[in-house]
């Protein structure tokens, strides 16, 4: 297919139905670029509602079989699909890094997470045991067990293209359901690869299936009868639109949004470690991360130190193209749209009366991709723009607060949720902290306090919609439904004169 921007022939991207590769037969089609070239790599197929709705049938065609195979039997696909990962590792990172651009080794860390909620899928045939309780009246047992909800969808951000996928549908498809993920159409071909290497596992067709598109197919999966549970990852307008429509049309819906993490910086931090946490934070995989660091928050007469060590760590940042480019510390962002966007905030920063001591425009850059250095934006006060809004790319707003109660209070006005983290050497403080802000992930002396596959992802606010969070063992929870089972046997013929079981431990006596 040619490009209609660049007039170059490029791969088409495909859809999976009913375990079929198939050429999407739509008319609209998206770019997908590189980021570190600026150039088309691929198209993808912005699918009809009509695809969606044939994807959804194969998806529901495939669930009793699923849904009645045994799930040791489903792990075992999971350990086989772990190793097949394991073993494609450095390819599934080139992908990632091909088209989201982060650094590759930001692309293999995040392969990583993936690679662990598979692990975490593997145990879930102890994970899903139910609970019993015998005699819980005479003669009566009472026990629940997990069934899984059906056809599950899960919908999915640009910023993690392996990662964010596999948080879902290793431990959907283990609980016994099937899948029909839509990726970002902006970076299809990770989930693309990582969906071969399901096949390959040996799982039946039919229980994993992809769509691609937008607003209309997102939405034709809001409105499938035959989708009962949905997964979201992204913005929080979306999230919000995503927990209000899928609800009302009856599905679970867990909707994890955006983001605006505060760092705060106690006077008796140390001051070199918290500065390389900062920046790894709010630079890391260029600031495109729903964890990532924006706002520090720099308690008592911690601040102009801190700007200084900042724009001097930051300004010595290697920023260039990622592509077979492993000498860089930060890649470029995702599009050029979402550059504008980014550098944006620094001219809104100044209208606002904060200042730019280190804008990323400035920057010493390698390459022609959608690349920009990182920035620190000084004297923000609270409820500018550049502190209440998600900018999602490499600037740190710097708040200055008299003690950790003020800190405490400006987070308490924060609209997101998702992470914090304080630097200080005090017990105390730290203990403050954890107890009192505003947000569910918190992390003392950590830049990134992203939890593991095995703890749930627990944003507040709105940072995330719904009840069951993504990750751990709450994922087990939204992607089964219980039921309860009352149990009484009538005494009858021989089974009357059966011992009671506390007889035949005490031997009778
Ligand atoms: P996005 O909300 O633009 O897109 C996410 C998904 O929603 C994509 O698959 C997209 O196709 C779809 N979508 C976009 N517009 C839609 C619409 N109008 N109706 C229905 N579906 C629509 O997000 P993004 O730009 O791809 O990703 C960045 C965002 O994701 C950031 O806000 C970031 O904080 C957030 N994020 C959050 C987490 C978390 O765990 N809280 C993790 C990663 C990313």
Known sequence: MVSQTT?????????????????????????????????????????????????????????????????????????RYRELVQSNFEEIAQIVTREHGKTIGEARASVQRGVEMIEFACGIPSLIMGQCVDNIARRVDCETIRHPVGVCAGITPFNFPAMVPLWMYPVAITCGNTFVLKPSEKVPLSAMRLAELLTEAGLPDGVFSVVHGDKEAVDALLQHELVKAVSFVGSTNIARYIYQEGTKNGKRVQAAGGAKNHLIIMPDADLDQSVAALAASAYGCAGERCMAG????AVGDVGDKLVDRLCNHAGKMRVGSTEGNSDVDMGPLVTREHLERVVGYLDIA???????????????ISGDG???????????????????????????????AKDIDEALNIGKDC?????????????????????????????INVGVPAPMAWFPFTGWNNSFFGDLHIQGTESIQFYTKQKMTMTRWFESGADSHHDPVWKTMTGGK
């Not at 209208?351 to 400035?362: I, Y």
Request: hydrophobic content about 40%; charged content about 20%; some cysteine.
């Open 370 to 400: 959608f690349l920009v250095g990182p920035s620190v934006i000084d004297q923000v006060k609270p409820g500018m723009r550049v502190h209440k809004e998600e900018i999602f790319g490499p600037v740190l707003s710097v708040v200055r």
């Open 294 to 297: 924006s706002v520090a928050l």
């Open 415 to 443: 609209e997101y949720g998702n992470g914090a983290s304080i630097f200080t050497r005090s017990g105390w403080a730290a203990r403050e902290f954890k107890r009192h802000f505003n947000a569910g992930m918190i992390g």
């Open 350 to 364: 100044k209208e606002e009366g904060a200042t730019v001591p280190l804008d990323g425009r400035n920057a010493k």
């Open 7 to 79: 007039g170059q022939s490029v791969e088409k991207v495909k859809i999976l139905c009913g375990g079929t590769w198939e050429d999407s037969p739509t008319q609209r089609w998206s770019d997908v670029y590189n980021p570190s070239t600026g150039k088309v790599i691929a198209q993808v197929p912005l699918c009809s509602v009509s695809e969606v709705d044939r994807v959804v049938q194969a998806a529901a065609k495939a669930l009793p079989a699923w849904a009645e195979t045994p799930v040791v039997e489903r792990a075992q696909v999971m350990f």
